[in-house]
Nanobody, 125 residues
Framework: QVQLMESGGGSVQAGGSLRLSCTVF????????MGWFRQAPGEEREVVVL????????YASDSVKGRFTVSKDNAKNTVVLEVNSLKPEDTAMYYC??????????????????WGQGTQVTVSS
């Protein structure tokens, strides 16, 4: 059974940083795409960044470019999202999600078969 285990959320002041991790367990189908999504209260879940199996990253919005950095450690089956210069508007539940090689690595949430439980990021002004 495939499971995604997230960690690293927390509460910080504006300008602070956090390191979010997502470790994949039980996936034995080869390559995959990992997406980080976030959902603020009352809002739709939105994509933050996608990272391909080869490590190519696609940041979904200009609001996170230059502040968020995603990386992948294939040996550890872990994807890390470094979030820096945090703003109150970054406050949300952050989710990692995995799309298998048979799926499209895209912003479409329906392409992601496996989701983590979410980790809360709260930024105070």
């Amino acid at each position: 059974q495939v499971q995604l285990m997230e960690s690293g959320g927390g509460s910080v002041q504006a300008g602070g940083s956090l390191r979010l991790s997502c470790t994949v367990f039980g996936y034995s189908y080869g390559s995959y795409c990992m997406g980080w999504f976030r959902q603020a209260p009352g809002e739709e879940r939105e994509v933050v960044v996608l990272i391909n199996d080869d490590g190519t990253a696609n940041y979904a919005s200009d609001s996170v470019k230059g502040r968020f950095t995603v990386s992948k450690d294939n040996a550890k089956n872990t994807v890390v999202l470094e979030v820096n210069s945090l703003k109150p508007e970054d406050t949300a539940m952050y989710y990692c999600a995995l799309a298998g090689w048979w799926r499209s690595c895209s912003n479409d949430r329906s392409q992601y078969d496996y989701w983590g439980q979410g980790t809360q990021v709260t930024v105070s002004s």
